[in-house]
C-alpha cells in the first residue's frame, strides 16, 4: 500500500480526496454563515451526488481525460463554485414569490456539485485502472478524505471559509502535479499551488464571503454609524463585532424601566445575532436597577445573593445581570470557546472586565457538560435569552439541531438545583403561541421525569411585551414568595400567566392582548398535555436529545395553509422548511435516477449490471449515509458544535473505512455485513447512554470516545464496498463505474431522506434504518461471493 500512495496515482488519489473533503466540509461552514443553517446533510448528497454522475461519465464515455487534466478541472472548479455562490446572490427570503431564486440556488448546487465531479472521475478511473487491486485506490480515497477534515479544520483556523477553499483547489494542483507525467508540469503546478496557499494566508478582501441580506449581521452594518471592528475564524465558528450607537438588546426590558441604557457592542456569530457586549459596571446601583426591569429580576430577588449557573450566556449579558442583583457566584459554560477568548482578550474593556471578576467562574464545558458534571446545587440555573427572535413562519430554522433545550437539558437542570433552588427560562413570545410554549411543554415533561407529580404549585410564568419567563421551583413557592412575584410583576407592567393561585382578575392587564391565548394554551398543558399537544395547530411537542429540533413546529395539516400562502408572503420557505425538504427530496431523486439509469441506456458502451448488484451497491449507499449522518448529528452534543463533530466523525469514519478496504481480501464479506449489522444494533441501545456518560469530560476524552463510537462501524462499512468491487472487477469489469455510480446516486438521495426521517423519527431511526440497509447488502450478497454474478448471469 505504501508503494502505491508513493506512485504518481497513488498520490494524486490521495490530494485530490484530501482537497475534495477539505471543499465539502468549507462548503458547509460557508452556508452556515451565509444563510441559516449548516446544511451539512446538502453539502453531504451535493458530494455523493458529483461522485455519482463522476461514475456515470466513466461508464458512458469509452475515452476519458488525462487524471492531470481532471485534476486541474477540480481545482478550477472549486474557486467557480465560490465565485458563484459568493457574488452571486441568493435570496431565500423570496423564493415562494421570485422565481429567478429557485434557478439561482440550482445553480448555487450544480456550481457546488461540479468538483465532487471532476474529483471524483479521477478517483474512480485509477480505481478501473487498477483492476483487480481496486482496494488501493479505493483506500487512499478514503485515507486522503479523512486527512482532508484535517486540513479543513487547520485551514478555517488559520485562513477562515475563504483561505480554506483556496487550499482544497490548491490540494487539486498537487495532485494534478502528481498526475503529470514532466518534470516541468509538476514543478509549475506545484508552484501554482504554494501561490493559492500564499493568496489563502494572505485573504484579500476581495475574497471576502457575502452573507444573505437577511442575516442579522447585514442587517446591523445597515445601520448608519455601523462599523464593524473585528472579524476572527475558528474552525467551528466566525465572530463580527460590530460598533453601533443604536445597539439596544435588553431581551423584556419592562416599559416602566425609565432608565438610562449602557452602552453596547454587538458581537455575532456565523452572521447570527446580535449577543450583546455591554459596557456596564456590575457594582453600579444603575445596572441594579436594570436587573431589576427585566423579566429575570424576579428569581435574583427571591433567591438573593446565591450560587447561579447560566447556561446559553452568549456575550455575557446575563451574567452582568446577575452580579448586578447581587449574585454571590456566577458560573459560565463555554458554548463557543472564540467568543470567550475575545471577552478576555481585545472585548475585555467593551465588558469591563466581566470575566476577570472573581465572583465569575468560567466552566471549561458546553452548558450541557457543565449540567451533566457534578457539582454544588445551585441557587438558580438560568437558561439565557441569548438568541435573536426567529419566528415561526420562517421555517428556516427547522433543521437546527439545538440540544440546549431538550426535555433531557431541562431535566438535568431541574436536578442540579439545590433544596431551594428555582430553575429559570425566558424565551420570545410568538403569536400563535410557538416558542415559549414549547419551552412550557417540555419544562413540564422535564418535572414529570424528576419525579414532580403535581408541578402548578412548584410553577410560576409572565410575560412581558415580547417575552415568556417560567420559573421551576425545587419545592412549591410560599404565600410570601408570590407577594414579591405579585409585586414584581406590577411594578414593571408583566402579566401573569400561570401563577399557584391566579385570580382570572389579574389577567391580560397591562400588555393587553384581544383574549389571553397564552394563559389557556399553558393551562391546558399543564392539566391536559397529551391532548392539547395533539390538536394544537403547532407541533410542540417536547424536543429531545434524539430530536432536538426546537424550532421544527410544522405539521402536516398546516399544508394547505403553507401552499396557499405561497407567493404571497414575504417569508422564506413558504412558511416551512419541511417542504423545502420534501421539494429537494424530489428533486434529488430525479437526478439520482437520472444518474442510475444512463449507463443502462448506454448499453454498447458498459454491460448490464445484474440487479442483485443494483440492490447490492445502492444498499451500500443508503447505509453509509444513514449511520454518517445521525452519528454526525448525535455527536454534535458529545462535541459542543457541529462543525467540530462533521470533521471529527467523517474523518475517523474515512480512515476506518479505508483500513477495512485494505482488510477486505482478508476477511469473508458475509460475516462482515453481519457483524456490522450486529455493531449497529448495540450502537442504537447504548450510544445516548455513552453520549451522556462523556458529556462532563474535557474535550480531549470526548474526542476520543467520539472516535471510538465511529471507528469500529467506519472499519467494517470499508469491507463490503471494496469487496464488491473487486469481485464486480473478476467477473463484469466494465461494469464497476456503474455500480460507483448507482452508490452514489442511491447516497445523494439517502442524505435528504435521513434529514427527513430524523424531523420525524429521530435519530435512532435513521440509525436503524442504516442497519437495515446493511441486512438488504447481505441478502444480495448470496451465498457466496461468485453468487452475484452466477444468479444473474451477463447481460
Not at 469 to 486: G, H, I, K, M, V
Not at 603 to 612: G, H, I, K, S, V
Request: with cysteine; charged share 15%.
Amino acid at each position: 500500500m505504501l508503494t502505491f500512495l508513493s506512485s504518481g496515482p497513488g498520490l494524486g488519489v490521495l490530494l485530490i480526496s484530501a482537497g475534495m473533503l477539505a471543499f465539502e466540509i468549507s462548503l458547509s461552514r460557508i452556508f452556515a454563515v451565509q444563510q441559516f443553517h449548516h446544511f451539512a446533510f446538502v453539502v453531504i448528497s451535493l458530494a455523493v451526488m458529483g461522485l455519482a454522475a463522476s461514475g456515470t461519465l466513466l461508464a458512458v464515455l469509452r475515452r476519458r481525460p488525462a487524471l492531470a487534466s481532471l485534476a486541474l478541472a477540480y481545482a478550477a472548479s472549486v474557486l467557480a463554485a465560490y465565485g458563484v455562490v459568493n457574488w452571486l446572490p441568493f435570496d431565500s427570503y423570496s423564493i415562494a414569490w421570485d422565481g429567478r431564486q429557485v434557478a439561482i440556488l440550482l445553480l448555487y448546487f450544480l456550481a457546488a456539485c461540479t468538483p465532487f465531479v471532476f474529483a471524483g472521475w479521477a478517483v474512480g478511473a485509477v480505481m478501473v485502472d487498477a483492476g483487480e487491486l481496486v482496494r488501493r485506490p479505493y483506500a487512499a480515497n478514503l485515507a486522503g478524505s479523512a486527512l482532508g477534515c484535517l486540513l479543513a479544520l487547520g485551514a478555517l483556523a488559520s485562513a477562515g471559509a475563504e483561505g480554506a477553499v483556496l487550499l482544497a483547489s490548491a490540494a487539486g494542483l498537487l495532485a494534478a502535479a502528481a498526475f503529470s507525467g514532466t518534470r516541468l508540469h509538476r514543478l509549475a503546478l506545484t508552484g501554482m499551488a504554494c501561490g493559492l496557499a500564499l493568496v489563502a494566508v494572505l485573504r484579500p478582501g476581495v475574497l471576502e464571503l457575502k452573507l444573505s441580506p437577511y442575516k442579522p449581521l447585514s442587517q446591523a452594518m445597515l445601520l448608519p454609524d455601523a462599523r464593524r471592528t473585528l472579524t476572527r475564524w475558528s474552525p467551528t465558528a466566525r465572530v463580527d463585532v460590530v460598533e453601533t450607537s443604536s445597539l439596544h438588546v435588553f431581551p423584556g426590558l419592562s416599559l416602566n424601566a425609565g432608565v438610562e441604557l449602557p452602552r453596547q457592542t454587538a458581537l455575532f456569530i456565523d452572521g447570527d445575532g446580535p449577543y450583546p457586549i455591554t459596557s456596564m459596571t456590575t457594582d453600579d446601583p444603575a445596572a441594579a436597577q436594570l436587573a431589576d426591569h427585566l423579566p429575570t429580576g424576579l428569581p435574583y430577588r427571591l433567591r438573593p445573593a446565591g450560587a447561579v449557573l447560566i447556561l446559553e450566556p452568549g456575550a455575557g449579558l446575563e451574567a452582568q445581570l446577575a452580579l448586578a442583583a447581587g449574585a454571590a457566584r456566577v458560573d459560565l459554560p463555554v458554548e463557543e470557546p472564540l467568543v470567550f477568548d475575545l471577552l478576555q482578550g481585545p472585548l475585555a474593556q467593551s465588558s469591563q472586565g466581566l470575566l476577570l471578576d472573581p465572583r465569575v467562574v468560567v466552566l471549561e464545558r458546553s452548558g450541557r457538560g457543565a449540567l451533566a458534571g457534578p457539582g454544588v446545587g445551585y441557587d438558580l440555573v438560568v437558561f439565557a435569552l441569548s438568541e435573536p427572535f426567529r419566528p415561526v413562519a420562517a421555517g428556516a430554522f427547522s433543521l437546527t439541531e439545538y440540544y440546549a433545550l431538550t426535555w433531557q437539558a431541562l431535566s438535568d437542570a431541574f436536578a442540579r438545583l439545590g433544596p431551594e433552588g428555582i430553575l429559570v427560562l425566558t424565551r420570545w413570545l410568538g403569536n400563535p403561541p410557538s416558542e415559549s410554549a414549547r419551552a412550557w411543554a417540555t419544562l413540564l415533561l422535564a418535572l414529570e421525569k424528576q419525579g414532580v407529580a403535581e408541578p402548578g404549585p412548584n410553577l410560576l410564568a409572565y410575560r412581558s411585551m415580547r417575552t415568556g419567563t417560567l420559573l421551576a421551583a425545587r419545592r412549591p413557592f410560599t404565600p410570601d414568595e408570590l407577594s414579591q412575584a405579585r409585586g414584581f410583576l406590577e411594578r414593571n407592567g408583566f402579566d401573569p400567566i400561570w401563577l399557584p393561585d391566579l385570580e382570572p382578575s389579574e389577567l391580560n392587564r397591562h400588555n393587553r392582548l384581544p383574549s389571553d391565548v397564552y394563559h389557556q394554551l399553558f393551562t391546558d398543558l399543564l392539566r391536559r398535555p397529551r391532548q392539547t399537544l395533539a390538536r394544537y395547530e403547532f407541533n410542540l411537542n417536547p424536543p429531545s436529545d434524539d430530536r432536538p429540533y426546537f424550532y421544527h413546529y410544522f405539521r402536516w395539516r398546516q399544508t394547505p395553509q403553507v401552499m396557499a400562502a405561497l407567493g404571497t408572503q414575504w417569508l422564506p420557505f413558504g412558511g416551512s422548511g419541511y417542504l423545502v425538504l420534501l421539494a429537494l427530496l424530489l428533486l434529488v431523486m430525479v437526478l439520482a435516477g437520472a444518474l442510475a439509469l444512463v449507463p443502462a441506456l448506454a448499453w454498447r458502451a458498459t454491460p448490464r449490471l445484474p440487479r442483485r448488484w443494483l440492490i447490492y451497491f445502492g444498499c451500500l449507499g443508503a447505509g453509509y449515509l444513514w449511520v454518517e449522518i445521525p452519528l454526525i448529528q448525535r455527536l454534535t452534543l458529545l462535541l459542543d458544535r457541529p462543525a467540530l463533530a462533521l470533521a471529527l466523525v467523517l474523518f475517523t469514519l474515512l480512515m476506518a473505512s479505508g483500513t477495512g478496504s485494505l482488510l477486505s481480501e482478508r476477511l469473508p464479506l458475509r460475516p462482515a455485513l453481519a457483524g456490522l449489522v450486529g455493531l449497529l444494533a448495540v450502537e442504537l441501545l447504548v450510544l445516548p447512554a455513552l453520549v451522556r456518560l462523556g458529556l462532563p469530560w474535557g474535550l480531549p476524552a470526548r474526542a476520543t470516545l467520539a472516535a471510538g463510537l465511529a471507528a469500529p462501524p467506519g472499519l467494517l462499512m470499508g469491507i463490503p464496498f471494496a469487496a464488491g468491487l473487486r469481485r464486480l472487477q473478476a467477473t463484469l469489469p466494465g461494469a464497476v463505474p456503474w455500480a460507483w455510480a448507482v452508490n452514489g446516486a442511491v447516497s445523494g438521495v439517502s442524505g435528504v431522506l435521513a434529514a427527513l426521517i430524523t424531523l420525524d423519527w429521530g435519530f435512532g431511526a435513521t440509525l436503524g434504518l442504516g442497519a437495515l440497509a446493511y441486512v438488504a447488502a447481505w441478502a444480495a450478497a448470496g451465498d457466496s461471493g461468485a453468487s452475484m454474478a452466477a444468479s444473474e448471469g451477463l447481460a
